[in-house]
């Protein structure tokens, strides 16, 4: 899963009166933001959430390691089943899916305790919260990093958002964008989705092709590429302009 890496991105959030504040086990590290600090609570559910996955991983190897879709199975864990449907859906291996499967798992067992609740996994995110919420875009070297924003309205959440990019971060991509965004009411698809569709950017010339094709992706809402000065959008992403410091 990767080794860890420090996400001064994080450093930029702004949280309205809530409580931030980091849960981390292995591999996983989540910032979270909620109206109280549930460190303890998170912690739990992502230990409890990995044990299933990891339980399983250990019986089924090739669920690591796959770059391919593999098949459903009935008497996988709920996250495991997760992954391997986004995948399927997406085009990918079920590891595509596990950031944005387990910012979904931890940011719902946490809603149950607090309702408002915002829950990062490097560049993944479960929303739930009663007021907007503006995510500052971060695309590397980009131009475009951080002066644009993704605005969620209240009335859209829960939703998720899956970042991919071929040239920020430790994750693997087969493409060269600066990031590739997708936005869907489930974590997992949102991941693997982006994924696949950072894989499909080569250069500002697959733009249109790689919109094409993940519009044709069942529960997808929207998606957005940048690649150096260019940006690319396709259905409900609303873009606004950030103030500096302004993400969050």
């Known amino acids: 899963m ?11 959030c702004r949280d ?5 504040f980091t849960a981390r086990v292995k591999e996983t590290d989540l910032w979270i933001t909620a109206p109280r600090d549930l460190t303890g609570q998170a912690v739990e559910s992502i230990l409890r959430h990995r044990r299933g996955l990891e339980q399983y991983a250990h019986q089924h190897p090739e669920f690591l390691t796959s770059l391919k879709p593999l098949p ?3 008497w996988a864990p709920p996250l495991v089943k997760a992954m391997l449907a986004a995948g399927s859906a997406a085009g ?24 408002e609740v915002m829950v990062e996994n490097g560049g993944d995110l479960y929303l739930q919260s009663t007021q907007a919420i503006t995510v500052g875009l971060e695309a590397g070297n980009s131009p475009i990093s951080g002066r ?4 969620i ?9 899956g970042t991919s990019s071929g040239t920020v971060g430790h994750s693997l991509s087969l493409g060269r964008a600066d990031a590739a965004t997708v936005k869907a009411a489930d974590g997992a698809l949102a991941d693997a989705t982006a994924t696949a569709l950072g894989n499909r950017v080569k250069s500002v010339g697959d733009l249109q092709a790689a919109l094409d094709w993940v519009c044709e992706v069942p529960g997808v809402l929207g998606a957005l ?16 302009p950030l103030e500096p410091g302004g993400q969050g």
Do not use: F, H, N
């Open 2 to 12: 990767g080794l860890y890496q420090e996400r001064r991105y994080r450093l930029g």
């Open 92 to 115: 990918t291996g079920p590891m595509a899916a596990v950031a944005g499967a387990i910012a979904q798992a931890v940011g719902l067992d946490l809603a149950l305790l607090a309702g």
């Open 225 to 240: 590429i940048v690649v150096g000065r260019k940006l690319a959008a396709w259905g409900d992403m609303e873009l606004v």
């Open 16 to 20: 309205r009166g809530l409580v931030s």
């Open 72 to 74: 459903p199975d009935p």
């Open 148 to 151: 644009l924003g993704l605005r």
């Open 153 to 161: 309205a209240a009335e859209s959440m829960p939703l998720c958002l």
